[in-house]
């Protein structure tokens, strides 16, 4: 008996053993995990030193006021151009309603002349060609 109770003693042991070797590994299956992400943060942390100090280079190399005078002064002259165009516009416009008029004026006038006739009693676009050259 005393040998079943050595044997079933050892037993419980190894169980208690068992669940405690998986409770380790699942204890350091977390620990990585939580290892992987602080690595992963320090590198975002490292990733965005540079570019903080990628940004002030390009801050002072690229002169913001100078580039803000220059979008001030390109707006300035599309304005003045966009000026220009609308009064040439409008002059173009102005000078089609006269030729408008003009042309209607002319138009009116000749439709209430009658066709005169010719020497050779037509019309005056009528004329026969002189052939006796």
């Not at 053993?17 to 998986?22: D, E, G, I, L, P």
């Not at 803000?68 to 102005?94: G, H, P």
Request: with cysteine.
């Amino acid at each position: 008996m005393d040998a079943v109770k050595i044997v079933v003693k050892d037993l419980v042991l190894t169980r208690r053993y068992v669940k405690k070797t998986f409770v380790m590994k699942a204890k350091l299956k977390s620990v990585s995990l939580h290892i992987g992400s602080l690595l992963s943060n320090d590198s975002m942390v490292i990733a965005m030193r540079g570019l903080g100090k990628t940004m002030q280079s390009m801050d002072t190399q690229l002169m913001l006021t100078h580039l803000k005078k220059i979008i001030v002064v390109f707006e300035q002259q599309f304005k003045m151009k966009e000026k220009e165009e609308e009064s040439i516009n409008e002059d173009d416009e102005d000078e089609m309603n006269v030729r408008c008029t003009i042309n209607r004026g002319n138009i009116s006038r000749w439709r209430n002349k009658a066709p005169q006739a010719n020497a050779t009693g037509g019309r005056p676009n009528d004329a026969k060609p002189n052939l006796e050259a």
